[in-house]
């Protein structure tokens, strides 16, 4: 992705224009100068299609004299536009409707008003973001869209992100009838509640696309299944969304307080869930975060009636005690660990990012605390089994019982199967590949990690059962992802799109920690990593992520805050080899080359003889070790009179 300010660029286009006015005799009057539209659409290598593209990005360039950066893909497509969008504030979905017209020449849009229409209008703590759908033919395109993001204060648009696919074609004639497709859903999930269908344009990357049915319907862990219209395949699917306080103290439980294993600690003996009660039985259901336990959806059984006490309790007050044997049931106990960290996960995003449940509008949403997987022959396996995200339904495998305990025990496990949903909402993440898929993991994990209590920057550690097993003999902690480590095979680009999402995300992830190793608060870095969905779409690359977290770092840090702040984020993704194309390291004075003058300012800045910026601190941090000093000069200067041919990362 090429992507270039209109500021970096000015003194090469300057440059370009008088060696072509050195080197081509025309007659006076011959030729009209390029404009600067055309000038700053040939640098950023966008083809001006018709006049009246070149007049949108015109308006563009003059309304942010030298703020505006447009992105292109190797497809010569407009993905983004970072700067004013307008002049005129936004103050509903009509006019985000109009800044999308007055860019749509540039975006590929022929008319607005048959091919977008309004999806969903989301709000962040800065923030107000319109999504516009795709549409084709009439026929939803499922992972197509337009984003408009308004700052929530002055109700200026200034960003918009595409995945608009202009001069596309598909063949909307069905092979297989909606019924059909209706009994594929049935066959393979094993339940029959379709009670709506509709064509719909499918795809996972935007670059293949499937003409299929979207079955609606109250299904276990998701609302719609995308069948392939001419195979009648169940191709993976989207979730939609979805509302009332009982107070129960818990007295000991098996899984947070074995004796082995404490995920809470002995003076939190107790502790409180809130559950429904239904003719004075208690049963699995948080009313007031709209959350059910459920059974294991791989056997189809509903079991959100489950009751969790069969006593008959007339008093809302009801204490669970050690010693109740009808309590001490295996799933009973998985039931309310698995429950009550739900609700601490639910609280966090609630407390301080106002989203409620899945879809960030108290969607109910379905717990499974038991998740088992079947053998070949059909017979239960009690073992790991997996934690999972369905949109709207989080499950956890049981462990094994001897080494490690269930996935539901682990604060930051459950964090990130909840941010999937999260993301997946605001984003639209799913089974993404690519770098997408990596950032849909990533995200997760970061979120986890902030959801957290502690800071150690690993994932799953409280599955582990601590001094049994294999663990009394290596006396090591386990956990089943380190943020603080580096994959070195991930810095490969070529490498990126090919490896497996949990694996490809520890790079991103590592970006997280990298923060908070350089002194990025907690508490801000939360905000900006959060703040960063606004501006990311489902397709988005590594790079994209790097360009939502630094324009989310400039909403949340202020004043001095800000330029150091910026710095570190930087400095943590220059630290992992994700940079824009336009930044070479060392490259100060922003010219897109090195030279002694780059040397010279790096100087000042060790020195403290002259204020730089945020972006030129960052590129002064040669070696990418967090700090700028005589080793970086070194490696410059080297680099000038050619006794290296390249840097070397200490990150490394």
């Known amino acids: ?42 640098s950023i290598g966008l083809e001006l299609n018709s006049d009246a593209a070149e007049d949108a990005l015109s308006d563009l360039i003059d309304l942010n004299d030298s703020d505006l950066a447009v992105s292109v893909d190797d497809n010569n497509k407009v993905t983004k536009i970072d700067g004013l969008l307008s002049e005129d504030t936004v103050n509903d979905s009509n006019d985000a409707k109009d800044i999308i017209t007055k860019t749509s020449e540039l975006l590929g849009i022929d008319n607005v008003n048959r091919e977008i229409r309004l999806s969903d209008v989301t709000e962040s703590e800065y923030n107000r973001v319109y999504v516009f759908k795709q549409y084709y033919q009439g026929l939803e395109m499922v992972n197509s869209y337009v984003k408009v993001v308004v700052d929530k204060e002055t109700g200026e648009a200034e960003y918009l992100n595409s995945s608009v696919i202009p001069d596309f074609s598909i063949d909307t004639t069905p092979s297989i009838t909606a019924q059909q497709a209706i009994d594929a859903v049935a066959a393979a999930i094993g339940q029959n509640n379709a009670s709506s269908h509709t064509l719909a344009v499918y795809s996972e990357d935007n670059k293949n696309f499937t003409l299929a049915w979207a079955i609606g319907g109250a299904f276990i862990g998701e609302q719609v299944y995308y069948v392939d219209a001419n195979t009648g395949k169940v191709l993976n699917n989207k979730v939609n969304g979805d509302t009332a306080d009982n107070g129960h103290t818990v007295y000991y439980n098996t899984i947070l307080l074995d004796w082995n294993n404490k995920i809470l600690p002995a003076s939190a003996y107790c502790f409180n869930i809130d559950i429904a009660t239904e003719s004075g039985k208690y049963k699995f259901h948080d009313m007031k975060r709209n959350l059910y336990v459920i059974n294991n959806p791989s056997w189809y059984a509903w079991w959100e009636g489950r009751y969790l006490h069969t006593n008959v309790v007339s008093n809302t007050s009801y204490t669970v005690k050690s010693t109740d044997s009808s309590f001490s049931s295996h799933d009973d106990q998985y039931a309310v660990a698995c429950l009550y960290n739900v609700e601490r996960v639910y609280d966090f995003f609630k407390n301080n ?160 920690y990298l923060m908070h190793y350089y002194g990025v608060a907690d508490s801000d870095a939360m905000r900006i990593w959060y703040t960063s969905l606004d501006y990311l779409t489902s397709t988005a ?28 984020i930087k400095t943590a993704f220059n630290r992992v080899r994700v940079c824009k194309n336009t930044e070479v390291m060392g490259d100060i004075d922003g010219d ?54 390249k840097f070397t990362n200490k990150a490394l």
């Open 353 to 512: 990012f106002n989203f409620s449940g899945y879809n960030g509008k108290n969607g109910t949403m379905y717990i499974v605390p038991t998740l088992k997987e079947a053998n070949k022959n059909g017979s239960n396996k009690h073992g790991w089994a997996n934690a999972c995200s369905g949109g709207n339904t989080l499950s956890f495998g049981e462990g094994d019982g001897s080494s490690t305990t269930s996935f539901a025990s682990d604060l930051d496990t459950i964090a990130h199967e909840f941010a999937h949903s999260l993301t997946g909402s605001k984003v639209g993440w799913g089974a993404s590949y690519g770098e997408a898929g990596s950032l849909n993991e990533a995200y997760s994990d970061i979120f986890g990690e902030f959801c957290d209590t502690t800071r150690e920057w690993q994932i799953g550690t409280d599955m582990y059962l601590k001094n049994t097993g294999k663990n009394t003999s290596k006396k090591k902690t386990y956990y089943l992802r380190d943020l603080t480590k580096e994959d070195f095979n991930l810095y490969t680009a070529s490498y990126y799109n090919d490896i497996e999402p949990h694996a490809g995300s520890r790079l991103i992830s590592h970006v997280a």
């Open 541 to 568: 690359s590594f790079a994209d992520c790097r360009d939502a977290v630094v324009k989310a770092a400039n909403k949340v840090l202020s004043g001095t805050k800000r330029d150091a702040g910026l710095t570190k």
């Open 592 to 645: 897109k080359r090195l030279s002694a003058m780059d040397l010279t300012m790096l100087k000042q800045i060790i020195n403290g003889s002259t204020s730089y910026n945020a972006t030129q601190k960052a590129q002064a941090d040669i070696n990418c070790d967090g700090k700028i000093n005589a080793d970086d000069a070194r490696q410059l200067q080297d680099y000038l009179l050619a006794k290296i041919t």
């Open 1 to 42: 992705m090429k992507s270039y300010t209109k500021k970096m660029l000015s003194l090469t286009s300057s440059l370009l224009i008088a060696a072509q006015q050195c080197f081509v005799a025309m007659p006076a009057g011959a030729v009209d100068a390029p404009s600067e539209a055309e000038d700053y659409a040939q």
